[in-house]
C-alpha cells in the first residue's frame, strides 16, 4: 500500500456523498454531538479551503475548513479531517491538513483552529491556544489548538468561536 500516490484535490460537489460517507465511518452518529460541530452547523464550510485525496478517482480522505471569529480572530476552524481506514498511517491526513493550512493562511486567515490530538497536530504547526475560547459545547480545552500566522493572535484568542460569514480574501 506505500506505493500508493493520492492526488490532492479541492473539494467540489460531486465529492459531498463520499467525504460524508468517510465521515461517518471515522466518527459515527456522535460526530453530531460535539462542540465543534454546533460551530460547522452554523454556516458552510470555506469550500475554497477543503481538499480531498483521491486514490484511482475514489475520494479516500477529506478535510474541511470552516470560517470562524475566534474572539478577535478572524480565522478557519479545521474539521472534520477523515481518511478511509485502508489508507490510515500513510501521511494522507497529515498531507491534507498541510495543504488545507498552508491554503487558509494564504487566503488571509489569521490562523487555523482545531480540536485535537497535539502529538498528532503539534508537527504540522499547530500549538496550544493560550487564552480561553468558548464553544457552543463543552471541549477538552488542552485540546484547542491553532496553527498562528503571527505569534500576536495568542493574545486575541479569547471569547467565544462563532461561524463568520466569508470576506477574508478581500484582505489578502
Not at 493520492?6 to 461517518?24: C, G
Amino acid at each position: 500500500m506505500s506505493d500508493i500516490k493520492p492526488v490532492y484535490l479541492n473539494e467540489n460537489p460531486t465529492h459531498h456523498d463520499a467525504i460524508e460517507a468517510i465521515n461517518a465511518e471515522a466518527f459515527g452518529p456522535g460526530r453530531f454531538a460535539r462542540a465543534a460541530e454546533r460551530v460547522r452547523e452554523q454556516g458552510p464550510h470555506d469550500t475554497a479551503l477543503c481538499f480531498v485525496a483521491l486514490v484511482e478517482g475514489q475520494v479516500i480522505g477529506s478535510v474541511r475548513l470552516t470560517p470562524v471569529m475566534a474572539g478577535q480572530v478572524a480565522g478557519h476552524m479545521l474539521g472534520p479531517l477523515a481518511v478511509r481506514p485502508s489508507y490510515k498511517n500513510l501521511g494522507i491526513g497529515k498531507q491534507l491538513v498541510r495543504i488545507s493550512v498552508e491554503a487558509a493562511l494564504q487566503a488571509g486567515s489569521e490562523g487555523v483552529i482545531l480540536v485535537g490530538d497535539p502529538p498528532y497536530y503539534a508537527p504540522l504547526g499547530f500549538e496550544p491556544v493560550k487564552a480561553r475560547l468558548d464553544f457552543p459545547g463543552p471541549v477538552d480545552r488542552s485540546r484547542v489548538l491553532v496553527a498562528p500566522k503571527g505569534e500576536e493572535i495568542h493574545q486575541r484568542l479569547a471569547g467565544q468561536i462563532t461561524w463568520r460569514a466569508y470576506g477574508i480574501r478581500e484582505k489578502a
